[in-house]
């Protein structure tokens, strides 16, 4: 079967790529062509070669498109512009197919390449083609071409869009479908999902980046946002490593029938919005399969309903345990209280353990170290929970903490439910083995469905650290509140059910104190000191896996002052600072350290000339100095409110009317001129910071295991 379909694919795949005109050696050369222009970042040399030639070859192919400006923003401005080629086709659908100028080599050239197979075999969908610019930069309003674009097609029916993003052809394509608790829709992923595999594309999609995206625990997500908020079910290729020619040639092939594909097997578009459901996919060579929101909710509460039923033949069990649990109702939440203090003090051990290494972000470099280390500090604590319990008034009868597990599993379930139904499925099989463990009567048993109980917290533990989720370890690791609540909702029916075992041995196997306790938890807390030690010892840097480090060189133009900010993630140690022919030892920095150095240069300059006509006064002025800053940061300041009437670049006046910044873009042209109209009266000092990210003669770091980054900002203020 697998062979057929495989022969069929190869056949049709010939049929449409031979007929279509489709050819691997124009995107190999027009991807080749983008990257020999360099930077193509926003309002670069490089960006507009890039954009004049997309325009041109859209132009011989007499397609229809347009350029729109990023410069039409009352707030923010941007020298780059997207371009939009419109494909008609014969349905009323709309397939928006979006990729980056800068970062996106490949991705632009399949874009021109998709464009002549559209123009050739018309599409059932009509077909928005967009190369992107201006998508990266540090100013709040990136992404523009994004932003920009997306709020020109929200108002649109009927739509989906994928962004496309790859700066060479890649081995593999990994798959966003969302963030910030959106996700693309059911029907999109499972059509995309299923063109991918049918055409063998290699992709990568986990169930749990979906529910990651949907509960907005993922960190950012880049452009992708901007196609959320505008409410365009968006999902995002990001190629990831680099293949060969023979390969590369059959995986252009396989792209192209791809999007023809998803354009015929979404003629029709369905109206739903569906964003619950549950991908599965174990190994890379399966069929994907996703299971809608219905046939999951259904599977949910039928279980449920038998759970009931389960309990309810058990009416008298049930009902005599419970009321013992009423009766000591007030002991659950001291217990709760108890288990969150241990994990809110292994919380702070391990904050406290960063602060000894001096080094706050090394858990990154072994995040599943220190998972390991908070996991071993709470079991350590928690196997005193047992002998706490044995000190202290509390209910010593197993049947009260196995029933206390069951209801707390209920809570959980109840909280995830809350979150994200499809997390559920994980606290619902604890719930059953905390059942099954309940009704066991044999401890064999009962340790048996205890540890299977703990399969989705330690499967789930795995998940995290191998993908790894950065951000939902750094919430685990170092948030004192929220991170300890989850672990102890999740940890707390395992320790319930724990102390439940011990007291059952004790009250029906009529045995006496052990020594076990006590010796796991010696060996635990052995294995926690042996694992501070390393941490405190760990160097994740060497001459292959240089330490990143970075120096921005500050010159205060007003004081006539120069200093350099150098900081790293990790302790610098010695170092040799090399800067204009000399060499300066620097010994024993930590992470940050900020060095005066002579004054020696003026990288900015600012020269002005005042009109005044009718009580207005027009300035005109030009910033020049060291060529090709990266940013200027312009603001207009007074001690009195003033008036600026109009000015050549958009600007903001702050509330007290006293300022105004002017934003002028990224990489702008330089010497930059600029004109201001104000009150007459007005008594105004210009304020430019300039910023390079490549400077002329910039100073550096000698060390082997260094590597350095180095910037430029410049103060310069001047009334005019």
């Known amino acids: 079967m697998f062979l057929m379909r495989y022969v069929f694919s190869i056949m049709l795949l010939f049929l449409v790529v031979h007929f279509s005109g489709a050819d691997p050696s124009d995107i190999e050369s027009d991807m080749n062509l983008f990257l020999s222009f360099g930077s193509r970042a926003d309002g670069t040399d490089g960006e507009n070669e890039a954009l004049n030639y997309i325009a041109d070859k859209l132009k011989e192919m007499d397609i229809g498109f347009k350029r729109q400006l990023l ?9 780059s512009q997207n371009i939009i080629a419109e494909i008609p086709g014969t349905s009323e659908g709309q397939f928006i197919i979006a990729a980056p100028i800068d970062g996106g080599a490949f991705s632009t050239a399949l874009l021109l390449e998709l464009a002549k197979v559209f123009k050739e075999n018309p599409p059932k969908n009509s077909v928005s083609l967009i190369f992107l610019g201006a998508e990266e930069g540090e100013s709040d309003f990136h992404p523009y071409g994004s932003r920009i674009a997306s709020e020109s097609f929200k108002r649109e029916n009927n739509i989906f869009a994928i962004y496309l993003e790859g700066e060479l052809l890649p081995q593999t394509w990994q798959l966003k479908i969302g963030g910030n608790g959106k996700v693309a829709p059911y029907w999109f992923v499972k059509k995309l999902t299923s063109v991918l595999f049918s055409d063998f594309i290699p992709f990568r999609l986990r169930g749990t980046d979906i ?125 709760f209280v108890i288990v969150f203090v241990f994990f809110f003090l292994s919380t702070l051990i391990v904050e406290e353990t960063l602060l000894l290494a001096d080094f706050p972000d090394i858990w990154v470099h072994a995040p599943g170290t220190f998972v390991f280390f908070k996991i071993v500090i709470a079991a350590t604590l928690s196997l005193n929970f047992i002998l706490i319990t044995r000190g202290l008034p509390l209910p010593r009868s197993p049947h009260f903490y196995s029933y206390a597990a069951i209801v707390t599993s209920g809570l959980a379930s109840l909280v995830f439910t809350a979150m994200d139904i499809t997390i559920t ?197 030009k910033i020049s100095g060291e060529a090709n800053p990266g940013n200027l940061t312009i603001h207009l300041n007074s001690t009195t409110p003033f008036t600026l009437h109009e000015a050549n670049f958009p600007f903001e006046m702050s509330p007290s009317g006293a300022s105004a910044e002017v934003f002028v873009g990224d ?46 900002t410049v103060l310069l203020e001047v009334s005019i």
């Open 667 to 712: 990489n702008p042209p330089f010497p930059l001129s600029l004109m201001f109209t104000v009150n007459n009266d007005a008594q105004l000092i210009l304020s430019v910071v300039g910023y390079w990210t490549e400077p002329e003669d910039p100073p550096h770091i000698i060390r082997r295991d260094i590597k350095d980054s180095v910037s430029r």
């Open 425 to 621: 499925a994980y606290s619902l099989w604890t719930i059953i083995n905390m059942m099954l463990f309940t009704a066991s009567r044999n401890i064999r048993r009962k340790t048996f469905f205890l540890l299977l109980s703990i399969v989705p917290s330690f499967m789930g533990l795995l998940v995290i650290i191998r993908e790894p989720y950065s951000t939902v370890i750094k919430s685990l690791l170092l948030s004192r509140i929220s991170g300890s609540l989850v672990l102890t909702l999740l940890i707390f029916p395992i320790i319930l059910a724990f102390t439940s075992l011990s007291y059952w041995r004790l009250h029906y196997d009529r045995t006496r104190y052990s020594v076990l306790t006590p010796a796991a938890t010696f060996t635990l807390s052995l294995s926690s000191i042996i694992t501070l030690f390393w941490i405190l010892s760990l160097n994740p840097y060497s001459e292959k896996n240089p330490q990143p480090l970075k120096i921005i060189d500050s010159i205060n133009l007003v004081f006539n002052e120069r200093q350099l900010e150098i900081s790293s993630p990790g302790p610098i140690g010695n170092a040799e600072l090399f800067l204009d022919g000399n060499t300066y030892p620097l010994e024993n920095l930590g992470r940050t350290a900020d060095v005066r150095m002579p004054f020696n240069r003026t990288p900015l300059k600012v020269e002005s000339d005042t009109r005044s006509f009718l009580g207005r006064r027009t300035i005109t002025g």
């Open 211 to 335: 529910q990651v995206a949907r509960l907005g625990i993922q960190g950012e997500i880049g452009p992708l946002q901007s196609w959320l908020d505008s409410n365009i079910p968006t999902i995002l290729l990001k190629g990831s490593g680099t293949v060969n020619n023979a390969e590369g040639d059959r995986q252009i092939k396989n792209l192209i029938k791809a999007f023809l594909d998803l354009d015929k097997g979404l003629e029709v578009i369905p109206k739903t919005k569906e964003s619950i459901y549950i991908f599965l996919r174990l190994f890379p060579g399966d069929i994907p399969r996703i299971i809608p929101e219905l046939p999951y909710v259904s599977v949910f509460l039928g279980i449920s309903a038998l759970l009931l039923f389960i309990i309810l033949l058990r009416f008298r069990d049930v009902r005599l345990n419970m009321r013992r649990l009423s009766q000591y109702w007030w002991a659950w939440p001291l217990l």
């Open 71 to 79: 410069n039409t923003e009352k707030r923010g401005h941007s020298f």
